[in-house]
């Protein structure tokens, strides 16, 4: 069966401080990955997606930036991080191939920027 | 463009009552629908989803949700609900290629004993 990791759970970052957030999926091949942010009280704003080693969409402007390694492998950064950059950040997996459109969830980091 | 609306940003129910999450979208292509639950602190679990076929899908909990292609509605329904249902619910419409999905903000539903 497939899993989705996230790490860390929680961080704590000063403003100005740079950011690693790392997403991995296991049990699957070629998948599409997203990188969401979810602020207090609110929905989810999709920030990036990815449907290939290299390949990286931006749905905003912002300052925070995806890369896409290794097939499986999803991460997000900043090189000096914002107050406003704090919040719940989940990463999600769909099927690349097969026509099936839901997507799975890891369990989220929280970031706080102090 | 494709967009949700939860009508309703938060729903306080009494345990055992019936509950209606309100969930409408609008789409200029085919539809593909989704609740998502989520509990504090905690990633999005699918709930369930509508693909095509019957209009009428349920989940393994007793939720279930119909797809009203007329009133572009999907609203989420359980008979009774327990306290362990008091959750956020998310509901989404898969918007475009690469199943990119557009969220409602979300309803807050708190069950109360």
């Known amino acids: 069966s497939q899993t989705i990791h996230q790490w860390p759970a929680t961080l704590v970052q000063p403003v100005g401080s740079p950011l690693s957030l790392e997403c991995t999926v296991e049990?699957?091949?070629?998948?599409?990955l997203y990188w969401y942010r979810q602020a207090a009280g609110r929905g989810l704003q999709l920030l990036f997606y990815?449907?290939?080693?290299?390949?990286i969409s931006s749905e905003v402007p912002q300052n925070l930036s995806a890369s896409r390694p290794q097939d499986r492998q999803f991460i997000l950064s900043s090189k000096k991080l914002l107050l406003s950059d704090s919040g719940f950040y989940l990463c999600?997996?769909?099927?690349?191939?097969?026509?099936?459109?839901?997507?799975?969830f890891g369990p989220g980091t929280r970031l706080t920027v102090t | 463009a494709q967009s949700v609306t939860q009508l309703d940003s938060q729903v306080p129910v009494f345990e055992e009552a019936p509950v209606e999450l309100r969930c409408n979208y609008s789409s200029s292509v085919s539809v593909y629908l989704f609740w998502y639950v989520q509990y504090p602190n905690q990633g999005l679990q699918l709930l369930l989803k509508?693909?095509?076929?019957?209009?009428l899908v349920e989940s393994i909990n007793g939720f279930e949700a119909e797809f009203n292609k007329s009133q572009t509605s999907f609203h989420l329904r359980k008979p009774s609900v327990h306290i362990s249902d008091t959750a956020e619910y998310f509901c989404?419409?898969?918007?475009?290629?690469?199943?990119?999905?557009?969220f409602g903000a979300g309803t807050r539903l708190a069950v109360h004993p």
């Open positions: 509508y693909l095509s076929g019957s209009t």
């Open positions: 990815s449907v290939g080693i290299g390949q």
């Open positions: 049990g699957t091949s070629n998948p599409n």
């Open positions: 999600a997996w769909s099927e690349g191939t097969t026509g099936a459109y839901e997507q799975y």
């Open positions: 989404a419409v898969r918007r475009g290629g690469y199943n990119k999905l557009i």
